[in-house]
């Protein structure tokens, strides 16, 4: 079983910057993924960014790219979302999410092919 938790939310003007935080504990494979997805009040949850665990390649939603890194910290098993440039409609509740699955550049936008989830943080950013 993993655990998932994640760190960092908050309300920040547009412009500002966060970064999201999500450990993750107990039993991972050796090749896994990790990714951010966000929902927004009455909309669909929506990939954000997500990373491989052991080669490192990083996809990103275009609506964040150039924006937002994905970043990982192995002896943590610690991965983060440094969100610069904040704009009103990225308020959304951030969720980190772990997946087991081979082939991740098939995957990575699926929320389905995720097998863990964390609780989710709340980003709120205001004019």
């Known amino acids: 079983q993993v655990q998932l938790v994640e760190s960092g939310g908050g309300t920040v003007q547009a412009g500002d910057s966060l970064r999201l935080s999500c450990a993750a504990s107990?039993?991972?494979?050796?090749?896994?993924?990790m990714g951010w997805f966000r929902q927004a009040p009455g909309k669909e949850r929506e990939f954000v960014a997500a990373?491989?665990?052991?080669?490192?390649?990083?996809y990103y939603a275009d609506s964040v790219k150039g924006r937002f890194t994905i970043f990982r910290d192995n002896a943590k098993n610690t991965v983060y979302l440094q969100m610069n440039s904040l704009k009103p409609e990225d308020t959304a509740v951030y969720y980190c999410?772990?997946?087991?699955?081979?082939?991740?550049?098939?995957?990575?936008?699926?929320?389905?092919?995720?097998?863990?989830w964390g609780q989710g943080t709340q980003v709120t950013v205001s004019l």
């Open positions: 990373i491989h665990w052991r080669g490192g390649t990083t």
């Open positions: 107990g039993s991972t494979s050796i090749s896994y993924a």
């Open positions: 999410a772990l997946g087991v699955g081979v082939a991740f550049y098939s995957w990575y936008y699926r929320a389905e092919a995720y097998n863990y």
